[in-house]
């Protein structure tokens, strides 16, 4: 604790020192915002993507409008960083919103769900389905103001140390997974496990955890996973497309000007879709020197994809039934989920498709 | 001609109306350019992303950055956009690049070509891939700066007013398609035609073409293809994902401050994630109404598909051997796009099968 007092007041004297430097040109209002994320630095391709918006709005407003971006625990933990927004401790975060599902389970919304939305289909409900005036009539009650902060893609399903072969191989199973995957995996029989990052390699290693997941290729290779829990499964079904979130104290929303608003909602955008394109760019390479490197891809077999599809749908029913809020924004979500997949069936997959099985092999 | 003229002196003036309006706050630079846009006021979400681009643009700027937006026609007709903005009669363009393919084949590169990237990696490609930067090699040659600025998504493949059951059926069917598709269909037997869009429904009508492809289901539907040519076949293996560009006098691009090249492209980030988003918003119910109108959606055979594959090979081979630029820059995109079928065949492919199977049937 004392640590992180610590960190926490040098963490912002740096900052204190890098806003001196004076906008020189004219221009609107100087503000000057401390952006928590939600994401450690080694996570360079999410934690970047704060570090591109920031870049965006100091060079559009020439230099008068400046976001300190801080990796997470340096000013905040990342469990407390939605509320600390809310409550204006910091300006803003960017973070995943269903981290914060605990409190209300609808930020799960504003990220991903099990068995929602891909990448596509969360922007464009968020963009053009309602999903960011629908997200942010929750977010007022939280004093928030959020917009989508960049995608990861489909993630990868996880590490485990034996294959699963079956649901029957899940029972008992300690898998590292947070959130409504968790969730998901307790009803299926696993036993979910919280652990930072940092911790999940010994864990493995040691056999205190029997299956981990992360990210995806790019992100798991850095630790390294491969080498202790070689069944590499996919699709990570809870998080079929999710979208991090821009969260804004809405006060400080509300105060910046027209000019500043527009500035910020279209760096969020740019960073949105560039996020998506550099992980799609990283992965490929990093997919093939993980298989090099031993681990074994293996898709979920069927009968757990049916049973976590099942109880995710039990779930949102109860969740539906005690939480209007929820209701409301999971009726819109679930309805245009299912509008997506009857329009991505007909051309998207039938050329992604044929553009798969003709690839050249290498 | 002289009521081209005529509209042309018109919206001059309009413009010079619109513009009068000063720009009340600080700021930058007072800027006012016009963008002549590739395609009518009527391929609303097309358009529009050019509305949305200029709109935040000059909302980031507190309206000294004023950028007025022609539908194609009004100031120039589409075929003449490229080169009007390489010497500056006009100072921007958002049009597709590769209508310009015939005065230089890599500017196909900068939209789609045939079994090239979808929408995802196609932002990948020019993001993260190097894309933005090759195609600036090649642009700069034209006096252009071009940025991303709107995807489709795959496009349809057309309608038909027959069945096409197998690649014999396609012999001497006159298709209105252009582009290096149009080059594709003739190597497999078509008779590419070239009509504007206003003028195939009454050609498909007659009979006077047997088939046309357009956009997909939201901009179809407005042309009532169905009616005429109930046959929509799947998917548009000429257009997997393509991107819009927007495509500036680099002059005038060089002469922005560092600010306004900040909001530009980050307007052009946002305005191309947003069409994206926009059409995958508005696709689904078209295509419900379409198929309720009579319109039978139909794979293109097998065969067809191969065909088409192998000549698009055989061509990107023989404008490679002529074309060194053009060469260079295949060389990227197509290894690029390997590598991306590579990664989405994993997780993304697994999911979105998941999830259309799983689609509740309505």
Redesign the interface.
Known sequence: MERRKFLTTAALGTAATALAAPAI????PQVAWRLTSGFPRTLDTIFGAAEVFSA?VA????GAFQIQVFPAGEILPMPEAAEAVGNGTVEMAHTASYYYWGKDPTYALGTAIP?GL????T???????GGIELMNEFYATQNLYGLPGGNT?????GWFRKEISSLADLQGVKMRIGGMGGKIMERLGAVPQQIPGGDIYPALERGTIDAAEWV??YDDQKLGFNQVAPYYY????WE?GPVLSFLINLDKWNEL???Y???V???A??A???M???Y??????A??ELVAGGAQ?K?YPQDV?EAA?AASNEVYAEISAENAMFAKIYDSYSK?????????????????????R???R?
């Open positions: 040109a004219q221009g609107g965006t060079a559009a407003t020439d068995f891909n990448a596509r289909g922007n464009a409900w968020h963009y053009h389905g893609g489909a993630q990868m399903g995806g290729p996919y699709p990570g079904f079929g000007t027209p000019a608003q527009a500035v909602t279209a760096a955008a740019q949105n879709v560039g998506m394109a550099k799609d760019a990283l992965n490929p390479t997919l093939r891809l898709p994809m599809f245009f989920r299912n509008d997506q997949n009857l329009w991505f069936q007909v051309s998207e997959y039938t050329f992604d498709t044929f553009m798969i003709n690839r050249p290498d």
